[in-house]
């Protein structure tokens, strides 16, 4: 899963690598080769490896532009595996430009650019530094919005995925080296491919290889959240039940029926899982069911929830009723205005 070295010399590149925005401090990475030949004689720093040093950043005409903390990672030993240097500033929105306008005039002459999304990332793969499970498990664990979704992909990064599929890429090739033995040399006396026990290996690579896939599934529906639709009549229930979901009061709760009369849309977490939830109402109940939907209906003393969905879908509709009234709800399927 790891490609061979880079042969050509890319360009330098640069990127704020924290949030935009004001802050206290922001984050300013390089990544390219010789960083330590061309750029800090320009900058007028000398740095120790992969220490923390206080530095003045000056422009080109020699003006200050801010202090800052300098740290640098000769390659191979950084996360790319070129040389990279990491300047944390502070994190005023005019200090950023003003020092990355300089960055690239003092880069100009190497061709420094600023980085496209996930460049860094590229370039860690492609100098052999992480596996493609590893660097895409980088832009999961920058974009989680719970625990669980930080968790594994953490776990993913620190390379328990890469070693579950070289595990059973090894297995693969010793089967394939087994078959390409036997067609090599067929005019050899050799025992047959079932004597040497490949029937068996195989069918014990491949029930290996079945029982992680509801876990390999499990992680993409984590990555992809879960979305959720409360559909029902006025006075339902549908805002009590999405503040229950959100944690805090985003709907009016009212006895006058039909106090909420636009859609509401609220992303939370409910038990480390990424819901993404919207309130509909009745009107709308109908054109949301689809034919090949399975429902269940669950009584609580005043309300009765049917959960409506897919087996291996991640949308789900809840359709928020009095119990009573749960059981009588007409169904009119229709696949024309389905809830994606």
């Not at 740290?71 to 200090?95: C, I, K, N, R, W």
């Not at 805090?248 to 909420?260: F, N, R, T, Y």
Request: glycine fraction near 6%; charged fraction near 20%; aromatic fraction near 4%.
């Amino acid at each position: 899963m790891r490609p061979h070295a880079a042969q050509s010399r890319p360009v330098p590149i640069l990127a704020q690598a924290s949030a935009q925005g004001l802050s206290a401090i922001a984050m300013l990475r390089l990544s390219g080769s010789d960083l330590a030949l061309w750029l800090l004689p320009q900058l007028g720093w000398t740095l120790q490896a992969r220490r923390a040093s206080l530095r003045t950043l000056k422009a080109p005409d020699g003006s200050a532009i801010d202090q800052l903390v300098a740290l640098f990672f000769p390659a191979p030993h950084s996360f790319t595996g070129e040389d990279v240097l990491e300047l944390q500033t502070h994190g005023s929105p005019a200090v950023i430009a003003w020092a990355i306008e300089a960055l690239l005039h003092y880069g100009r002459d190497e061709a420094l650019r600023l980085a496209r999304p996930g460049e860094f990332s590229e370039r860690a793969f492609l100098n052999g530094r992480l596996d493609l499970a590893q660097a895409e498990a980088v832009a999961d664990l920058i974009a989680a919005s719970t625990r669980l979704q930080a968790r594994a992909a953490l776990r993913s990064l620190q390379g328990e995925f890469s070693i579950q599929v070289n595990q059973h890429l090894e297995a693969v090739q010793q089967l394939r080296v087994l078959v390409e033995a036997a067609l090599d040399f067929p005019e050899e006396p050799v025992e047959s491919l079932s004597s040497w026990g490949l029937d068996e290996a195989l069918a014990q690579t491949i029930k290996a290889m079945q029982s992680q896939i509801p876990a390999w599934q499990m992680g993409a529906q984590l990555q992809q959240g879960l979305s959720i639709a409360l559909i029902g009549p006025p006075n339902a229930g549908k805002s009590s039940l999405l503040n229950a979901f959100a944690g805090q009061e985003l709907a009016l709760v009212d006895d006058e029926p039909a106090v909420i009369r636009r859609m509401l849309r609220r992303e939370a977490e409910h038990a480390h899982r990424h819901l993404r939830i919207r309130t509909h109402g009745a009107e709308h109940l109908f054109e949301c069911i689809r034919r090949d939907e399975r429902r269940i209906t669950i009584e609580d003393q005043r309300h009765a929830l049917a959960l409506q969905g897919s087996a291996s879908g991640r949308h789900r509709h809840l359709i928020v009723g009095d119990a009573g009234e749960a059981g009588g709800i007409e169904r009119r399927p229709s696949d024309q205005h389905p809830i994606d």
